[in-house]
Every structure is written in structure tokens, then in C-alpha cells.
């Protein structure tokens, strides 16, 4: 297995909403799959087994293009209507990244970016895209999750909350030994960039894939900061051996980064994890489900690694986050935060 993105597994199976059209005319809802499915899927088997062999059948490419033919990853999610929602783009210089961290905050129907008074309270989600997806593409592209947001709380009534998407390189949120340091960004840079945008509601994490682990494993270094946790398709391994690809350096990187070994950090912070059950990262999802000392929301259903299963779980997501914000109290106002140090080499403070 390698690591998600470029040519691996963000790409398994594309990304683009509604590549599953509807059920073809004459299908057996019992069999699930249709005549021209199965010869069509079996060519694409056979043909697999002979150019590669039993390797390329093992290969996520082959077994992505059989899923979406057969029809084992489900529908698509259905599409939001668009909303007005007021978008701010931006980059944050940082002491802790060789590049500015690229971010989009999404500000709900009716609330003035201007206006501190109606920010103050505002509920904010931090989101973590996954590995080569910008935070714009996120929130206004492919999975719209900007709109989605809006939708809940236009006909669901979920409790209004802002959405801040952050990039910081593809380097799986941990120090790393060329340098960069994404978590130290995450917590000693750009949440108290928020605070300083006036946004001083209760605060969550989530993210997708790479960004999924990276929420899990900012939830375990700081929970404190967040009133929950949504992990979707988390990119996680379970163990060095694993094939992690360039996720982390050494075996050593993965022990020290390891959010299997501090999941107890997660007690009493409410999670939720999605992840398909044709997913890559099904398996080591389900293991890190089962290690919780609580059971947390969310599950597995059929679905893939991309946006035609994200789009799909997003509402209930989103009204899951809604509630943990209803149910949260405004957490005092901490004292400023200071750094432990001022150079691009700082570590990051609290894994062990």
C-alpha cells in the first residue's frame, strides 16, 4: 500500500462526484450487479490478471475501477444547492513551514466576516483536506463542503458554525526531517489566527484521509482544544510495516506519531470515524475504532476513498459536528499562547 495522493490513493478511483450515474434499466436489485457490469468488471478482472498478474489484482487501481463498475461503492452522495456563503482566502506565514499555510474560511448565510459581536460566539470546524486537495477545493469544489455546511443549517437546523480549511504541505501533520512542522502550525500559529479573526465559539477538527489522521492525532496531542473529532477515511496504518510510504521517515517517525499507541488521549472527546468498506484504509480504520475505549459515531458503509463516498456521509457529519457545538459550553479564554521557540526546527509539544 502506498501513501494517499499524486499517483496513489487519492487517486485510486477518481474523485469526481457523480462518476456512479444512476442504476442501469434492468437491474436485479438482488444480485447487484447487471449483465454488462459483470462482463464489463470480469474483462477488466481477466485482463488485470494477465498483464499483472495476482500483483495487479492487488493493486488499489484495478480493484477501484471493479468497485465503481459493479456498483460495491454505492451512490454518490446528492449534491447541495448552492448557498451565499461568504468565503475568505488567505496564507499564514509561519515559522514552522518553508512555505505560508494556505487557508479558506467558509462563514455561513447571514453572518458579516466584520461584524466581532456575531463571531464571538460562532462555533468554528477546523478542516484538514486530504493529501494534494487545497482547503479552496474543499470548501468550493468537488465536495462543496462549504455548501453542505450551509445546507444543514438552512433545513436541518444545525447550530451555525464557520468552516477554516488549512493546507500545510503534504507531510501528514507531524515534524518532519526535512523540517516542516504542520502541527506546530495547526496549534501555535493558525488556531490562534482565529481567535484573532474574532471567532471564539467552541472549536472541532476534521479532516479527510491524510487530514483524517492529522485531526486524530491533534485531538490526542490537545484535546482540550476541541469539543470533537471527526475522522473521515483516515489515512492510518498499524504499524511501520504497513507500507506508509513517505507518511513517515523512519519507524522511530511512526512510534513517535503513533495515534493507535495514544488513543487513550481521546477519552471523554466525543469521535466520530467514516470510512468505506472498499476503502483502502478500511482495515486499520476498524482496528482504530475497536481500540477507543468508547464506541464513536459514524461506522462503515459501502464507499470508497473519494469524494463520490465523502459527499455522501457529509450531512450526517455535519449534523453530528452541529450537535457537539450545541452541546458545548464556550470554553474559557486561555492565556495567549507563546511558543517554545522561534525557529522552523521547533518541536511539537505533547507526543511522547
Excluded at 462518476?19 to 436489485?29: I, K, L
Excluded at 487501481?61 to 454518490?76: D, H, I, N, Q
Excluded at 523540517?179 to 493558525?190: N, R
Aim: proline share 10%; aromatic share 10%; with cysteine.
Amino acid at each position: 500500500m502506498t501513501a494517499p495522493g499524486g499517483s496513489g490513493l487519492e487517486d485510486v478511483a477518481g474523485t469526481g462526484r457523480g462518476s456512479q450515474g444512476p442504476a442501469e434499466a434492468g437491474r436485479d436489485p438482488e444480485a447487484g450487479v447487471t449483465r454488462r457490469q459483470f462482463l464489463i468488471g470480469g474483462g477488466v478482472v481477466a485482463a488485470g490478471a494477465v498483464l499483472g498478474g495476482v500483483v495487479g489484482w492487488r493493486s488499489w487501481t484495478v480493484r477501484g475501477y471493479y468497485y465503481r463498475l459493479t456498483g460495491a461503492y454505492g451512490e454518490p452522495g446528492t449534491p447541495p444547492p448552492s448557498y451565499p456563503v461568504t468565503y475568505q482566502q488567505g496564507s499564514l506565514p509561519s515559522l514552522y513551514l518553508t512555505e505560508p499555510a494556505v487557508h479558506d474560511i467558509a462563514y455561513p448565510p447571514g453572518v458579516d466576516p466584520s461584524d466581532r459581536n456575531a463571531l464571538g460566539s460562532l462555533p468554528v470546524l477546523v478542516c484538514l483536506p486530504g493529501r494534494g486537495r487545497s482547503p479552496g477545493e474543499l470548501l468550493q469544489g468537488q465536495l462543496q463542503f462549504g455548501d453542505y455546511v450551509a445546507d444543514a443549517i438552512e433545513k436541518r437546523g444545525v447550530t451555525p458554525f464557520a468552516v477554516a480549511a488549512v493546507q500545510a504541505s503534504d507531510t501528514y501533520w507531524h515534524k518532519r526531517a526535512a523540517g516542516d512542522d504542520a502541527m506546530a502550525m495547526l496549534h501555535w500559529e493558525f488556531l490562534p489566527y482565529l481567535r484573532g479573526l474574532g471567532l471564539g465559539g467552541p472549536t472541532a477538527i476534521m479532516g479527510w484521509s491524510m487530514g483524517g489522521y492529522g485531526a486524530l492525532l491533534a485531538a490526542e496531542l490537545h484535546p482540550d482544544e476541541f469539543c470533537g473529532v471527526c475522522g473521515v477515511s483516515p489515512a492510518l496504518w498499524r504499524s511501520f510495516d504497513d507500507g506508509v510510504g513517505d507518511a513517515f521517515d523512519s519507524a522511530a517517525d511512526y512510534a513517535h506519531n503513533d495515534v493507535f499507541r495514544h488513543v487513550d488521549r481521546l477519552r471523554g472527546l466525543p469521535v466520530r470515524i467514516d470510512c468505506g468498506r472498499q476503502d483502502p484504509f478500511y482495515g486499520a480504520d476498524e482496528a482504530f475504532t475497536a481500540a477507543l475505549l468508547r464506541p464513536p459515531a459514524g461506522g462503515f458503509t459501502p464507499g470508497g476513498h473519494n469524494d463520490d463516498y465523502w459527499s455522501r456521509v457529509a450531512p450526517a457529519e455535519i449534523d453530528w459536528l452541529g450537535a457537539q457545538f450545541e452541546g458545548a459550553r464556550r470554553p474559557v479564554s486561555p492565556a495567549p499562547k507563546v511558543a517554545p521557540s522561534v525557529g522552523p526546527m521547533a518541536p511539537t509539544p505533547g507526543v511522547d
